[in-house]
């Protein structure tokens, strides 16, 4: 079993990689840079492949072994890395450059999505049930351990080493994060039914979420977990900029910081699974991330009043969120697993992270240009309220799930 935590937390790391670059760098790099809200938010469609995946799920599920897919995308994120590692920053203004910056992030996170499939899918098929919430404890850590490398560390680096330098850095984690998958044998041989002609539609995979008043509640729970992540968007760390924090302190403080206090929280979250149900674990730490939204619209507040906020205070809120978002991540993950069928299992965890990541990465489109339009303060204090107002989906679902 240690090797098989081993092999899921390397091919998570490696796919959080680009996505902490994504999510967490980018951001502040173009608002650092003046780009608008509006703008930057804009970048959210380079996400899109995380919440259309489960179009081509059923693919991975069907055609191959999960080793034999997961092998070439991660060449295919080295190679990418490698690509932009040559494209000069400096002409970014240039259209012509631009669109090529574009669509190099675009296919690395196609490719990245795409790993994450065949990852899910094979770990719901190797993991027991009693060992599911320690399998996405590590998935977790490993994603946000890319997230540190992608995010933080990267533009931290950006302020010592070169643009190119960089990227070859992350190129070379991306290839080393590969080793583990090579020299393993999980994810070579499909079962029998797995080999089975794939004759099911999308549609159908929505029958099964109406086949019982259980699962269609937590469909609706799937589709309100986010909501209040999306609507965020890129907000809170564009808020940071303008906080007066520099780049530097963006990336070790906020980037680093917030997600090593993520992977503490993702190792709490395994320990609370052992203690607490996971339905009053997601409960529990909804609330508590209700709680830290509160935080980030009083730091709002406090900017739009112009009042000087401690920057350890700033750094204090961001890493609390953190920690709480991984805790709940993970319970939420686990939850996703349970009701993910080892047949399709590709298929059906894709399905229901897709389902997520449609309405946030939707969300996050638009939320430059609502923050724009309103004001820091009173759009946060929106996200509070829509963040409350998604506890009933959870209350509901548990409900059905207790009769």
């Known amino acids: 079993m240690?090797?098989?935590?081993?092999?899921?937390?390397s091919l998570y790391w490696a796919q959080g990689l680009p996505v902490g670059f994504m999510t967490h760098a980018l951001p502040v790099i173009l608002r650092a840079e003046s780009v608008s809200l509006a703008h930057i938010g804009g970048f959210g469609l380079l996400m899109l492949p995380w919440s259309i995946k489960v179009f081509w799920a059923p693919l991975i599920d069907r055609y191959g072994a999960y080793r034999a897919w997961i092998i070439p995308l991660q060449l295919i994120m080295v190679a990418s890395l490698v690509a932009l590692s040559f494209l000069p920053v400096q002409a970014l203004d240039q259209p012509s450059y631009l669109m090529l910056f574009f669509v190099l992030l675009l296919v690395m996170n196609f490719a990245a999505a795409t790993q994450d499939i065949a990852t899910d899918a094979l770990?719901?098929?190797v993991l027991h049930s009693r060992s599911q919430h320690w399998g996405n404890t590590l998935q977790?850590?490993?994603?946000?351990?890319?997230?540190?490398v992608g995010g933080g560390v990267l533009l931290w680096l950006l302020d010592i080493w070169q643009w190119q330098a960089t990227f070859l850095?992350?190129?070379?984690?991306?290839?080393?994060?590969?080793?583990?998958?090579?020299?393993?044998?999980?994810?070579?041989?499909?079962?029998?039914?797995?080999?089975?002609?794939f004759k099911q539609s999308l549609k159908s995979y929505f029958t099964y979420f109406k086949s019982k008043p259980e699962l269609w509640a937590w469909l609706g729970v799937l589709l309100s977990f986010k909501l209040a992540d999306g609507l965020a968007g890129p907000i809170l760390k564009t808020l940071?900029?303008?906080?007066?924090?520099?780049?530097?302190?963006?990336g070790l403080y906020i980037s680093v910081l917030g997600a090593i206090a993520a992977l503490v929280g993702a190792g709490l979250a395994g320990l609370l699974l052992q203690v607490l149900s996971r339905e009053r674990a997601l409960v529990a730490l909804s609330i508590a991330k209700i709680l830290?939204?509160?935080?980030?619209?009083?730091?709002?507040?406090?900017?739009?009043?112009?009042?000087?906020?401690?920057?350890?205070l700033i750094y204090s809120i961001n890493a609390l969120e953190d920690a709480i978002s991984s805790m709940l991540l993970v319970v939420m993950l686990t939850l996703i697993m349970q009701y993910s069928r080892p047949a399709w299992a590709g298929t059906d965890f894709s399905l229901q992270v897709a389902l997520?990541?449609?309405?946030s990465g939707g969300l996050y489109i638009f939320s430059g240009v609502l923050a724009d339009a309103v004001g820091y303060a009173l759009y946060l204090k929106c996200i509070v309220v829509v963040a409350l107002?998604?506890?009933?989906?959870?209350?509901?679902?548990?409900?059905?799930r207790s009769v």
């Not at 240690?2 to 937390?9: C, E, G, K, T, V």
């Not at 940071?240 to 963006?250: A, E």
């Open 2 to 9: 240690p090797h098989i935590y081993l092999l899921l937390f």
């Open 123 to 125: 770990a719901v098929r």
């Open 140 to 148: 977790v850590l490993g994603s946000r351990l890319g997230f540190i």
């Open 169 to 197: 850095m992350l190129a070379g984690l991306v290839a080393f994060n590969s080793l583990p998958i090579l020299w393993s044998r999980h994810g070579q041989v499909l079962k029998k039914s797995q080999q089975q002609l």
């Open 240 to 250: 940071m900029v303008d906080l007066g924090l520099s780049l530097q302190q963006i």
């Open 292 to 312: 830290s939204l509160v935080a980030y619209a009083w730091l709002a507040e406090q900017y739009q009043q112009q009042q000087v906020v401690s920057a350890w």
């Open 356 to 359: 997520m990541a449609s309405v």
């Open 389 to 400: 107002l998604a506890l009933y989906p959870i209350y509901r679902w548990q409900t059905h």
